[in-house]
C-alpha cells in the first residue's frame, strides 16, 4: 500500500487492477507509465471454435506462448488433439508480408495499475477528450470495435472495444495443418454518427472505412481517493 500527501488531504491507493493492452503489432507493448508490467505474449481471441470471445481487457487474452492449437480434449483416461473444431482465433499483428516461421498474432503485456481505466467513444473522428478527473496521457486511443462476428459481442465499457488500429479483418484464424490465416468474417464496429450508409446495401470500401468509424480513447482516473471527499484537480504526475 502506497500513502501519499497531496494538499495535507492523505492518499491511500493499492494495487491491483490488472488489464491487457494490444497494439495490433509484432512490437511488445510497453505498459503506460505508472503501471507496472506482469508479462508479455500474444493476443489470443478464441482458444478453440465454438468457445466464447475472451474480452481483449482480459488478462486471459495474452498467452505468454503463441500455440495454433493451444488445447486439448480429454475424455476419461485418454486426451487428444484431433478434432473437428480445433482452431484458434488471435489478433492480427498487421503484418501484410509473412515468412515461413512469422508468428502473424498481435503482441500483448499485462499491466497493473492504481487507477481505475474507463474508454469512451466519440463517434466521430475525432479523438475523445477524458471526463474532467481523468487523463489520456501515456495511454492509446483507437476505433470503436463492438462484435467479432454475429456472436461474439464486445462491451463498449470494457476497453478491449479500443482496438488502436482499424482492419476490417483484425482477427487470424490458426491450426495444426494449414498455420494462420486471416479470417475473412463480418465485423462491427461503432459508427460515426450521422455519417450515411442508412440503407443496408450502402457500402463503402474498408480503405475509406476509417472516416465512418468512431474514435475512442482510454482514461485513467488520478484522483481514485479524493473523491468526493474532494474534488480538485491534481496534477497527474503527482500520482505516478
Known amino acids: 500500500m502506497l500513502e501519499k500527501k497531496i494538499d495535507n488531504v492523505e492518499a491511500d491507493y493499492g494495487y491491483g487492477k490488472v488489464f491487457a493492452m ?62 473437428s473444431n480445433w482452431k484458434s482465433t488471435w489478433l492480427w499483428n498487421r503484418k501484410k508480408s509473412i515468412k515461413q516461421g512469422d508468428i502473424m498474432a498481435s503482441r500483448c503485456s499485462v499491466c497493473e495499475s492504481a487507477k481505475s481505466l474507463l474508454v469512451v467513444h466519440s463517434q466521430n473522428t475525432t479523438k475523445p477528450r477524458c471526463p474532467t478527473g481523468y487523463t489520456s496521457q501515456h495511454f492509446w486511443s483507437g476505433y470503436s470495435f463492438l462484435s467479432a462476428g454475429k456472436s461474439a459481442k464486445v462491451s463498449l465499457s470494457s476497453i478491449g472495444s479500443c482496438l488502436p488500429f482499424f482492419e476490417s479483418s483484425p482477427f487470424i484464424e490458426c491450426d495444426s495443418k494449414h498455420g494462420c490465416k486471416v479470417v475473412q468474417a463480418s465485423n462491427v464496429w461503432l459508427r460515426v454518427a450521422g455519417s450515411g450508409l442508412l440503407h443496408p ?24 481517493t479524493l473523491w468526493p471527499r474532494d474534488r480538485r484537480v491534481v496534477e497527474y504526475d503527482d500520482y505516478f
Not at 46 to 59: H, M, Q, R, T, V
Not at 65 to 80: A, S
Request: hydrophobic share 30%; with cysteine.
Open 201 to 224: 446495401k450502402d457500402t463503402i470500401r474498408s480503405r475509406d472505412a476509417p472516416k465512418r468509424i468512431s474514435r475512442c480513447q482510454i482514461c485513467a482516473l488520478y484522483t481514485p
Open 22 to 83: 494490444h497494439l495490433q503489432s509484432d512490437q511488445k507493448p510497453v505498459c503506460p507509465l505508472g503501471t507496472f508490467q506482469l508479462w508479455n505474449g500474444y493476443s489470443l481471441v478464441k482458444a478453440f471454435e465454438g468457445s466464447g470471445y475472451i474480452d481483449l481487457s482480459d488478462p486471459g487474452s495474452c498467452m505468454r506462448e503463441f500455440d495454433p492449437v493451444p488445447h486439448v480434449l480429454c475424455r476419461g483416461k485418454k486426451c487428444r488433439l484431433s478434432g
